[in-house]
């Protein structure tokens, strides 16, 4: 395939922070993405043509896609120009990893345009240098929004990553209520310090999450999402989140959370059908706290970061 | 089968804290173990006639097999006395699920000799309470010891416990240097708050434990065995032990740590081979140091507690 007329890339959005996997577990969600069009630039270096959404900068060093795109350029060591057009697909800043998803599509339409062959982990650090710009120095969107499926960060230094299995039966809700919570504002909410017994209880959780999507069993991959950390100080910022998420239960979810720093939640089913009666129950608890919320019903995208 | 004459039961040892796996991850190791005969006593309640070892109390409310043979006695509404004759195939307080051993063993003579057929859930927690007299109340050992195998602890309230695949090759090195170390003191030497990051560095590798148990993937499961809440503060507490890390690794071990509370040290292969040179480095390393150490290359033990 010539790259004369550039390349083009797609990459799903993601759950990340799933359930107690703070930092650590995220799931690509199939649906929404970003996609970056990537193609000789007549100036040196990285050029945003299109940025895709009006409120994100067209300046290369506070575009992640751009960001990435640059280290990769550095990393195979081209000298041509880059530039990029890039389609949002997904929100800004709603927690369905939309930062990440054009840094990975910005980081491997520069390494397919380049025919830099770059391996997995490099491109993760290229796609981390832009994410941490943005939204913090973790791998937990841009690991499955470039692999798929469902994936655990076991360790930034060496980047070492593990590809779970996903049941095949596993179905996701999203639900992005009508609020803005800014990433900072999320992450400012953690504890800097935890107490022992709440660190073991959230490892056993993330164990057993991977456990349960490991050997199929959806009811313990559903009942050990349960966040000792994060969520406890994150749902107060999030009006209606608590009672959307009995909701979600209630109707039969096999656990609920919050996705990535908020303010969109997510909810595990076992079915198409209990997934679109868990997020009716949602969007109607949410409206119940004066909230309208947009629902979405889907699957985990297991396919990752392909050619658009 | 009649229980005229009694029943015998034979639990296996186990290594609790399993690298990262603080309170959460045991294993079964196949070898060494506790028998628990259990007979219709004369008097009423459970008499120890033979405590095994000369150390052991035989006061029926200090000793972990009478403690948890009670416990079920209460729970199937027994009202005859049961005799137990102890065993002790495990050191008293060497990091190698002792206490735990002979808890689960007098759980499962009582439950036999009563035909009282507890489910799993009520023979942990009879098991747990004499436990948690002893050495703590945490499930690592008891509940490897009671199912065989690898077992990851979600949680004690209510029990939830994951018994994961164990990879066919994976071979278990024991080594007991010669000295003595409290589980209290080693206990007392935890912290009481952890950093976020270190507690989900914890997560993290945890999970990967679990990851490459299920996915037989032993490297991973090797390279995350990497403890950073118990491991740093207990190996000062361990002369020779950071020495025998060390060079096991360098032997080709998948991985290193502290059995339980210590001061047994253990190390995963992936060959008889592979852990035999692994022994022997760990037990030069330890001579180096200045202390005689006992090795034993095992496997694990995926029956648990059977009849003897």
Chains 1, 2 share one sequence.
Not at 56 to 61: A, E, G
Not at 70 to 94: D, E, N, Q, Y
Not at 107 to 136: H, I, K, Q, R, S
Request: net charge negative.
């Amino acid at each position: 395939m010539s790259n004369r007329d550039g390349v083009a890339v797609f990459t799903p959005g993601s759950i990340g922070n799933v359930g107690p996997g703070l930092d650590i577990l995220g799931l690509a969600v199939a649906g929404a993405g970003d996609t970056v069009h990537a193609s000789w630039g007549t100036a040196s270096g990285i050029t945003v043509v299109d940025t895709g959404h009006p409120d994100l900068p067209d300046d290369p060093t506070r575009n992640t896609a751009a960001i990435a795109a640059a280290a990769v350029a550095r990393h195979a060591g081209a000298s041509r120009g880059i530039a990029l057009r890039i389609t949002k697909g997904l929100p800004l800043s709603g927690g369905q990893g939309g930062s990440a998803a054009s840094a990975v599509a910005g980081a491997m339409a520069a390494n397919l345009l380049l025919e830099a062959d770059l391996d997995t982990a490099t491109l993760l650090t290229c796609a981390l240098e832009a994410e941490a710009t943005v939204a913090g120095r973790h791998l937990d969107n841009i690991a499955p929004s470039l692999l798929g499926g469902l994936v655990l960060i076991r360790s930034l230094e060496p980047i070492d990553v593990v590809r779970l299995p996903v049941p095949p039966t596993l179905r996701v809700v999203l639900v992005h209520p009508a609020m803005q919570l800014r990433t900072r504002d999320a992450r400012a909410a953690l504890p800097t310090e935890v107490p022992r017994d709440v660190a073991l209880q959230q490892a056993a959780n993330v164990a057993a999450m991977v456990a349960g999507a490991c050997l199929a069993d959806l009811a313990l991959l559903g009942r050990a999402i349960d966040d000792r950390i994060a969520e406890p100080v994150r749902a107060a910022l999030l009006p209606g989140f608590p009672d959307a998420r009995r909701a979600a239960l209630d109707a039969g979810a096999l656990g609920c959370s919050i996705s990535g720093a908020g303010p969109t939640a997510f909810a595990l089913a076992d079915s198409d059908e209990a997934a679109t009666a868990v997020a009716a129950a949602m969007v109607a608890a949410y409206a119940t706290a004066g909230l309208e919320a947009r629902p979405v019903v889907t699957r985990p995208d297991l396919e990752g970061t392909r050619r658009a």
